[in-house]
C-alpha cells in the first residue's frame, strides 16, 4: 500500500505503526522526485491498521489526509480501504432545481447522537416531502459531542459518530429512501486543538487573519499543495462517501487574492467530477457578502457556486414574526414586511444599501432573470440563527402555532429552495444551544468567556449566570430533539401542515417556478398582512395578534376567477362559489363575493386555481 504525505519542510520522515502492530518496526518514506516537498513508501498494510507520521525524529502525528481517526484529534490514523464498503442501493443522484434540505445534526437529532439511530428517522424525512438532507459537519472534533466546526482533519469522520463506514451507511440508507445528502464542511479555519498540519507545512498564512487567527494559505507561497488539500477533501466526499453536495461554511473567510480563486477552481473540480460519474452535483456557499458572483458562471467572472445561504430572507422573515431588532436584525425591522417583500422578489434586501449594523453600504443587486431563484436558500431557522442566541431558543419558544404555520407557509412557497431544521417541522421546543466537550481546560474556558463576550455584545438580555455553559453536558442533553412532540398537539398538526405545504411544492409546477415575473409580493406593513402571488396560486398570511386581516386577492371569489383555497391555517371553510379546501385548520374563510380574503389573526391560506 502507498503512504504519502506533504512535508516540505522536513529533513527525514518515518511511518511509525500503532495499535496492533505498534511493536513492527518504522518504515523510512523517500522524497518523491517528481513531487517537490512530497514523501512516500510503499509498505504492507490493510483495512483498519493504524499509523502515524514522525517528522524530523519527533512526535508521531496523525496523517493529514487520514479517513479515520479512532483514537481521536491527535492520535493515529487508520487504514480505510473505501472499495471495501458495499453499496446495497444504486443511486442515479437528486439535483439542486426542486430540493427542500433538511438541516440535521447528527449529534443531538437522536439521544444516541450516532449516524445509525439518525438513519432509522429518515422514513420521518421521505414522508414529510424532504429531498435532501444537510448533515451539519462530520469531521473529528476534541471530545463527543460538539457543533463540529472546530474539526481538525478535513478528509477524516467523527469516530463517536460511526466513523467512516457510519456515514457511508447513513447515506447509504438515505438514498434507500430516496434522499439526497449534503454535508456542511469548513475550509475557512480548523479546530485549534490536536491540529497537526502546521507542523507538516505552510497551511496556515499570516498574510490575512480571520476571526479565528491565522487564515488558510490560499494565495501565498506553498499555497498550491494546500489548495489541492482542500480540493481533494471536497471530492473525497463526493466520491468516496457518494454524497450529493456540499455546504461551504462561510466563504466570505476564505482569503484568496490569486487566481483563479479557490472557489472556482473548486467549482469546476466538482462540475468535472459530476460528469465523470454521471450524477448532479452541487455547492451550496455560506456568505456574508450578498455578492452575485458567488453564483455568477465562472465564464462570466464568478465563482460558479451552485446555490448559497440568503440570510437576508431569514432576517426579514424573523423580524415580521418577533419584532426582534437587536443585533444584526435591526436594518430589517424598520419594516420587515417590506424587507420581506423585497427579498421574495429580488433575492437580496442589501443589494448596495446602506447596513446601520456595519456602519457602510452592503451587498450588490442580484438579477434573479440572470440567477434562477432556486440558487437561493430560504429558511426560517438554522442552526446559526438558533444556537447563536443566548438560550438557543427556537422559534416555537415564543410563537404561537399560527405563526408558525405562517413562516412555514411563506418558506416553502418562495421561489427559493427551502431548507427546514431540524425538528422545525413539528415545532419543536426543545432549545438548541452551542454545546462543546474540550479536552483542554484552557481552551474550555476560553470559549466560555468567549460565548459570555458574543451574548453580551448581542444583548440577548438576561443574566449571564443563566446562560448556558457550552461545556456542561446538560447542554448537549437539553439540545436533542424530543421525538415523543410530533404526535401530541399542536405539534402533530403543525406537522401535517408541513406535510401539506411540501406536497404542494411537489406538485404544483408555479411554487417551484424561478422566473422572476411570476412572482409579486402585496403587503400592509400596519395591519400585518402579506400576500405572495406564485404565477396563478396566492399566499397570504395575516401575522397580527387580535385582527383579522382584508388581504385584497386578484380575482379570488369574482365570477369565473376558478380560484379555490388549497391548503390553509386555520382551516379554510366552504363557500357557495365552489372554493373547498383540501387541508386547514378551522376558522378560516375563504375570498368573498368582493375579491377580499378577511383572513383571521395568525393564519395563512394558499390559494389556486
Not at 490575512?208 to 499543495?225: F, K, M, Y
Not at 438557543?392 to 431544521?421: I, Q
Not at 401530541?488 to 404542494?504: I, K, S, V
Not at 382584508?550 to 379555490?564: E, M, T
Given at each position: 500500500?502507498?503512504?504519502?504525505?506533504?512535508?516540505?519542510?522536513?529533513?527525514?520522515?518515518?511511518?511509525?505503526?500503532?495499535?496492533?502492530?505498534?511493536?513492527?518496526?518504522?518504515?523510512?518514506?523517500?522524497?518523491?522526485?517528481?513531487?517537490?516537498?512530497?514523501?512516500?513508501?510503499?509498505?504492507?498494510?490493510?483495512?483498519?491498521?493504524?499509523?502515524?507520521?514522525?517528522?524530523?525524529?519527533?512526535?508521531?502525528?496523525?496523517?493529514?489526509?487520514?479517513?479515520?481517526?479512532?483514537e481521536?484529534?491527535?492520535?493515529?490514523?487508520?487504514?480505510?480501504?473505501?472499495?471495501r464498503?458495499?453499496?446495497?442501493?444504486?443511486?442515479?443522484?437528486?439535483p439542486?432545481?426542486?430540493?427542500?434540505?433538511?438541516?440535521?445534526?447528527?449529534?443531538?437529532?437522536?439521544?444516541?447522537?450516532?449516524?445509525?439511530?439518525?438513519?432509522?428517522?429518515?422514513?420521518?424525512?421521505?414522508?414529510?416531502?424532504?429531498?435532501?438532507?444537510?448533515?451539519?459537519?462530520?469531521?473529528?472534533?476534541?471530545?463527543?459531542?460538539?457543533?463540529?466546526?472546530?474539526?481538525?482533519?478535513?478528509?477524516?469522520?467523527?469516530?463517536?459518530?460511526?466513523?467512516?463506514?457510519?456515514?457511508?451507511?447513513?447515506?447509504?440508507?438515505?438514498?434507500?429512501?430516496?434522499?439526497?445528502?449534503?454535508?456542511?464542511?469548513?475550509?475557512?479555519h480548523?479546530?485549534?486543538?490536536?491540529?497537526?498540519?502546521?507542523?507538516?507545512?505552510?497551511?496556515?498564512?499570516e498574510?490575512?487573519?480571520?476571526?479565528?487567527?491565522?487564515?488558510?494559505?490560499?494565495?501565498?507561497?506553498?499555497?498550491?499543495?494546500?489548495?489541492?488539500?482542500?480540493?481533494?477533501?471536497?471530492?473525497?466526499?463526493?466520491?468516496?462517501?457518494?454524497?450529493?453536495g456540499?455546504?461551504?461554511?462561510?466563504?466570505?473567510?476564505?482569503?484568496?487574492?490569486?487566481?483563479?480563486?479557490?472557489?472556482?477552481?473548486?467549482?469546476a473540480?466538482?462540475?468535472?467530477?459530476?460528469?465523470e460519474?454521471?450524477?448532479?452535483?452541487?455547492?451550496?456557499?455560506?456568505?456574508?457578502?450578498?455578492?452575485?458572483?458567488?453564483?455568477?458562471?465562472?465564464?462570466?467572472?464568478?465563482?460558479?457556486?451552485?446555490?448559497?445561504?440568503?440570510?437576508?430572507?431569514?432576517?426579514s422573515?424573523?423580524?415580521?414574526?418577533?419584532?426582534?431588532?437587536?443585533?444584526?436584525?435591526?436594518?430589517?425591522?424598520?419594516?420587515?414586511?417590506a424587507?420581506?417583500?423585497?427579498?421574495?422578489?429580488?433575492?437580496?434586501?442589501?443589494?448596495?444599501?446602506?447596513?446601520?449594523?456595519?456602519?457602510?453600504?452592503?451587498?450588490?443587486?442580484?438579477?434573479?432573470?440572470?440567477?434562477?431563484?432556486?440558487?437561493?436558500?430560504?429558511?426560517?431557522q438554522?442552526?446559526?440563527?438558533?444556537g447563536?442566541?443566548?438560550?438557543?431558543?427556537?422559534?416555537?419558544?415564543?410563537?404561537?402555532?399560527?405563526l408558525?404555520?405562517?413562516a412555514?407557509?411563506l418558506?416553502?412557497?418562495?421561489?427559493?429552495?427551502?431548507?427546514l431544521?431540524?425538528?422545525?417541522?413539528?415545532?419543536?421546543t426543545?432549545?438548541?444551544?452551542y454545546?462543546?466537550?474540550?479536552?483542554?481546560?484552557?481552551?474550555?474556558?476560553?470559549?466560555?468567556?468567549g460565548?459570555?463576550?458574543?451574548?453580551?455584545?448581542?444583548?440577548w438580555?438576561?443574566?449571564?449566570?443563566?446562560?448556558?455553559?457550552?461545556q456542561?453536558?446538560?447542554?448537549?442533553?437539553?439540545?436533542?430533539?424530543?421525538?415523543?412532540?410530533?404526535?401530541?398537539?399542536?405539534?402533530?398538526?403543525?406537522?401535517?401542515?408541513?406535510?401539506?405545504?411540501?406536497?404542494?411544492?411537489?406538485?404544483?409546477?408555479?411554487?417551484?417556478?424561478?422566473?422572476?415575473?411570476?412572482?409579486?409580493?402585496?403587503?400592509?406593513?400596519?395591519?400585518?398582512?402579506?400576500?405572495?402571488?406564485?404565477?396563478?396560486?396566492?399566499?397570504?398570511?395575516?401575522?397580527?395578534?387580535?385582527?383579522?386581516?382584508?388581504?385584497p386577492?386578484?380575482?379570488?371569489?369574482?365570477?369565473?376567477?376558478g380560484?379555490?383555497?388549497?391548503?390553509?391555517?386555520p382551516?379554510?371553510?366552504?363557500?357557495?362559489?365552489?372554493?373547498?379546501?383540501?387541508?386547514?385548520?378551522?376558522?378560516?374563510?375563504?375570498?368573498?363575493?368582493?375579491?377580499?380574503?378577511?383572513l383571521?389573526?395568525?393564519s395563512?391560506?394558499?390559494l389556486?386555481?
Amino acid at each position: 500500500m502507498l503512504f504519502e504525505v506533504w512535508a516540505p519542510g522536513a529533513g527525514r520522515v518515518a511511518l511509525q505503526w500503532a495499535g496492533d502492530r505498534a511493536g513492527e518496526p518504522p518504515a523510512v518514506l523517500e522524497r518523491d522526485p517528481g513531487r517537490a516537498g512530497w514523501w512516500r513508501t510503499e509498505a504492507p498494510a490493510r483495512d483498519g491498521d493504524r499509523y502515524a507520521f514522525r517528522l524530523d525524529d519527533g512526535p508521531p502525528l496523525p496523517d493529514p489526509r487520514a479517513v479515520r481517526l479512532p483514537e481521536g484529534p491527535g492520535g493515529p490514523g487508520a487504514v480505510v480501504e473505501h472499495d471495501r464498503f458495499r453499496w446495497r442501493h444504486p443511486w442515479p443522484g437528486r439535483p439542486l432545481p426542486g430540493a427542500v434540505l433538511y438541516e440535521l445534526h447528527i449529534g443531538t437529532f437522536t439521544p444516541e447522537g450516532t449516524f445509525r439511530a439518525a438513519a432509522a428517522r429518515l422514513r420521518h424525512l421521505a414522508d414529510l416531502g424532504i429531498t435532501h438532507v444537510s448533515l451539519m459537519p462530520v469531521c473529528p472534533f476534541p471530545g463527543d459531542h460538539g457543533w463540529g466546526y472546530d474539526g481538525i482533519a478535513p478528509w477524516a469522520v467523527h469516530e463517536p459518530y460511526g466513523g467512516p463506514d457510519g456515514l457511508k451507511e447513513f447515506v447509504d440508507a438515505a438514498h434507500g429512501h430516496g434522499l439526497g445528502v449534503v454535508l456542511d464542511v469548513v475550509h475557512n479555519h480548523l479546530g485549534p486543538s490536536g491540529n497537526p498540519l502546521p507542523a507538516y507545512g505552510p497551511y496556515f498564512t499570516e498574510t490575512h487573519h480571520t476571526p479565528w487567527g491565522a487564515a488558510v494559505n490560499l494565495d501565498a507561497p506553498g499555497s498550491a499543495e494546500v489548495r489541492g488539500y482542500f480540493l481533494g477533501s471536497a471530492l473525497s466526499w463526493l466520491r468516496d462517501f457518494r454524497l450529493d453536495g456540499l455546504r461551504l461554511d462561510a466563504v466570505h473567510a476564505l482569503h484568496d487574492d490569486g487566481t483563479p480563486h479557490f472557489l472556482a477552481e473548486l467549482s469546476a473540480a466538482v462540475d468535472a467530477l459530476a460528469g465523470e460519474l454521471g450524477r448532479p452535483l452541487f455547492l451550496v456557499a455560506e456568505s456574508d457578502l450578498n455578492d452575485p458572483g458567488t453564483t455568477a458562471p465562472r465564464s462570466e467572472g464568478g465563482h460558479g457556486l451552485h446555490a448559497q445561504w440568503n440570510d437576508d430572507f431569514h432576517h426579514s422573515l424573523h423580524t415580521a414574526l418577533t419584532g426582534e431588532s437587536q443585533g444584526y436584525y435591526a436594518d430589517f425591522a424598520r419594516a420587515p414586511l417590506a424587507a420581506l417583500a423585497k427579498t421574495l422578489t429580488g433575492g437580496f434586501f442589501h443589494d448596495g444599501t446602506p447596513s446601520a449594523f456595519r456602519g457602510r453600504a452592503h451587498g450588490a443587486p442580484l438579477d434573479l432573470r440572470a440567477t434562477p431563484a432556486y440558487r437561493l436558500l430560504a429558511y426560517a431557522q438554522t442552526h446559526d440563527q438558533i444556537g447563536n442566541r443566548a438560550l438557543g431558543d427556537r422559534l416555537a419558544a415564543g410563537l404561537s402555532p399560527g405563526l408558525l404555520a405562517c413562516a412555514a407557509a411563506l418558506v416553502l412557497c418562495s421561489p427559493f429552495t427551502p431548507m427546514l431544521f431540524m425538528g422545525e417541522e413539528w415545532g419543536a421546543t426543545t432549545p438548541w444551544q452551542y454545546f462543546t466537550s474540550h479536552t483542554d481546560p484552557e481552551l474550555a474556558e476560553a470559549v466560555r468567556a468567549g460565548r459570555r463576550r458574543e451574548f453580551a455584545a448581542h444583548d440577548w438580555g438576561g443574566r449571564a449566570e443563566d446562560w448556558p455553559d457550552p461545556q456542561d453536558s446538560a447542554t448537549r442533553d437539553r439540545s436533542v430533539l424530543d421525538w415523543a412532540q410530533p404526535a401530541r398537539e399542536p405539534h402533530a398538526t403543525l406537522l401535517a401542515w408541513h406535510r401539506t405545504l411540501l406536497a404542494l411544492r411537489r406538485e404544483l409546477p408555479p411554487l417551484t417556478d424561478p422566473d422572476p415575473r411570476h412572482t409579486a409580493v402585496r403587503f400592509d406593513e400596519r395591519a400585518r398582512w402579506l400576500l405572495l402571488r406564485r404565477g396563478p396560486l396566492r399566499v397570504a398570511v395575516n401575522l397580527a395578534r387580535d385582527t383579522a386581516a382584508a388581504v385584497p386577492v386578484d380575482g379570488a371569489g369574482r365570477a369565473g376567477s376558478g380560484l379555490r383555497a388549497l391548503a390553509g391555517w386555520p382551516g379554510a371553510g366552504r363557500a357557495g362559489s365552489g372554493l373547498r379546501a383540501l387541508a386547514g385548520w378551522p376558522g378560516a374563510v375563504l375570498p368573498g363575493a368582493d375579491g377580499v380574503l378577511r383572513l383571521p389573526p395568525e393564519s395563512a391560506v394558499v390559494l389556486g386555481p
